[in-house]
């Protein structure tokens, strides 16, 4: 536990923490063979340097381009571009377009071998958002991938009568049955950045359309709360994964997470494309998380909640949850003036501070219990790069008060 409490809206306290978290990946996450090592024990040691993930490999690339973005380091530069070079070598099959999910790699020089080739809408929308990171970072030729990966997303993906993407797909193009909003909240994220990156305006439209679809439609038929799990046509499966209770990957209930991390993507739309049901729609999903998922006796954000809304099944703490609902808050806190917010702000940060964050080594710790005991000594067993919490103190400085 850390007693001494910084001032959290303070532009130097995010910078330092920002370089504090990429202190702890940079340079040891870098593979010189090729691509980034995913898998660290609290102080750092790196326990698995072979397996790599889709989803990992290119949040290293998102991290290292938001931080050459912002401070303009040239060895931030050259970890991107040794990042897609991994993400384009070892995951990409140029014969067919698909990105394997996980890969292994082994041997000097490194030989990958593929270990699960499925192919998830959820991978894709971290690819394209690396692509558009590292556009905005200056590595021009991301430009044609970015298309790439937009064309691969509609033609493998797109459903244009839910208007809603599926989430995975068998080698021969066929869509399995299940239906996530998970991917698509992810699709939203990249699509978001992709217009940031381009000026399209089909990255925003699209966008659009899917925080529309999951957060009024979708949300309309779970009580207003964003459920995870849906059949083939939408409709609401109340049954899915209901007995496997410590899955991190299409979790039973609602996440609480989940339902500020779409605050957060509403707001950021809101800034691109103003439009008052935005705002109102992500205080409406940030306050219901916050009333309902806030633990009062020990403090922070618990992790699911049952199909009635209200009532916790899953009590443990993620690092995630608290980091999208600091990037939450700090943009309803901008957007509508209202203190209510900030003080959010500040104590989510608070109830960080004293316990998720990793004061001696770096970074977040991944899982917390209840009473806010760490429940292992690694900083992800499936893998970790915090971009949950850089990307929440970059979403934090651009909406702190003048």
């Known amino acids: ?127 394209m958002l690396a692509y558009a990171h590292a556009l905005m970072a200056g590595v021009t030729e991301a430009r044609e991938w970015l298309d790439d990966t937009w064309t691969r997303l509609n033609d493998v993906f797109w459903e244009s009568g839910p208007g809603l993407y599926a989430d995975e797909a068998t080698a021969d193009g066929s869509l399995r049955p299940y239906r996530g909003q998970d991917a698509n909240m992810h699709i939203c994220e990249a699509l978001l950045s992709a217009f ?109 909640l049952g199909p009635d809304g209200h009532t916790v099944i899953d009590d443990r703490k993620f690092f995630w949850t608290q980091a999208e609902s600091i990037a939450a808050a700090a943009l309803l806190g901008q957007c509508t003036g209202v203190e209510h917010y900030w003080r959010w702000f500040d104590r989510l940060w608070s109830y960080a501070w004293t316990y998720f964050i990793d004061h001696e080594h770096g970074a977040w710790f991944h899982t917390l219990s209840r009473d806010n005991r760490k429940l292992d000594d690694f900083k992800g067993q499936a893998g970790k790069t915090d971009y949950h919490t850089l990307g929440a103190c970059y979403l934090a400085l651009t909406a702190l008060p003048a």
């Open 1 to 127: 536990m850390h007693s001494t409490f910084p001032h959290y809206r303070s532009a130097a306290f995010l910078k330092e923490h920002i370089f504090h978290t990429m202190s702890f990946y940079h340079p040891r996450c870098i593979d010189r063979s090729g691509g980034f090592f995913h898998f660290f024990t609290d102080d750092g040691t790196v326990f698995d340097r072979e397996t790599r993930y889709l989803v990992n490999s290119t949040r290293f690339i998102f991290n290292y381009a938001m931080a050459h973005t912002h401070f303009r380091a040239p060895t931030y530069l050259d970890a991107v571009r040794h990042g897609l070079r991994f993400l384009r070598e070892a995951h990409l099959d140029p014969a067919t377009g698909r990105y394997a999910w996980a890969v292994r790699v082994h041997g000097e020089p490194q030989q990958v071998q593929v270990i699960d080739d499925t192919e998830y809408a959820y991978g894709l929308a971290f690819v």
């Open 196 to 304: 940031e990156a381009t000026g399209e305006a089909r990255f925003l439209d699209r966008a659009e359309q899917l925080a529309r679809n999951i957060t009024l439609r979708q949300a309309d038929l779970t009580g207003g709360l964003i459920w995870e799990n849906h059949r083939r046509d939408w409709t609401t499966d109340w049954d899915y994964h209901r007995d496997q209770t410590d899955l991190l990957f299409r979790a039973y209930g609602f996440q609480v997470g989940h339902q500020t991390e779409w605050a957060k993507l509403l707001l950021i739309l809101n800034r691109l494309k103003p439009q008052e049901w935005l705002v109102s729609r992500a205080q409406s999903l940030f306050d219901a998380a916050m009333q309902r998922g806030w633990d009062d006796t020990e403090l922070g954000l618990r992790h699911r």
